[in-house]
């Protein structure tokens, strides 16, 4: 490759821990492990940065971006420090979802796929989390999820998130 690489050294040893994972032939079930280890690495996934995954697995950059568009947990654009998703699926927003949901937006001063302008906050619509139960929930960074998401714990959360 021409240019340097995006990926540090770190980051290709973890992409080789998940290749390890799957026969020789079948290197692209990797693709979402590199992805993630991308993503955490640079904060989103660049076409540039596909296509360095495409060539290091060995796949078509078409089949890297078909993953890394088609999944939201993936940015393939530039997202603020914090992502925080609200599901917006509908057991969510019968369960205050729309309010918490209305709350952080205003509180933030963005819609959603927008950035607050100190970079800090990308709010996002999510589909169904597979935590009904704790609605409404929020997903922050695509690791933690918050549950039972009242303005009070919004409020919390963001405070928590801004140190």
Known sequence: MANAMLLSQEALKKIDRELAKYP???????????????QVEHGWLPAELQQEIADYIGMPAVAVQEVATFYNMFNTSPVGKHKITVCTNLPCLL??????????KHKLGVGYKET??????TVM?????GACGDAPVMLVDNHRMCSWMSNEKIDA???ELKK
């Open 125 to 129: 619509e999510g589909e169904c989390m």
């Open 116 to 121: 607050t302008a100190d970079g800090q906050f």
């Open 24 to 38: 020789a032939d079948q290197r692209q079930s990797a693709v979402m492990s590199a992805l993630r280890i991308a």
């Open 157 to 159: 959360l963001l405070e």
């Open 95 to 104: 369960s205050g979802g729309e309010r918490a949901a209305h709350h952080l």
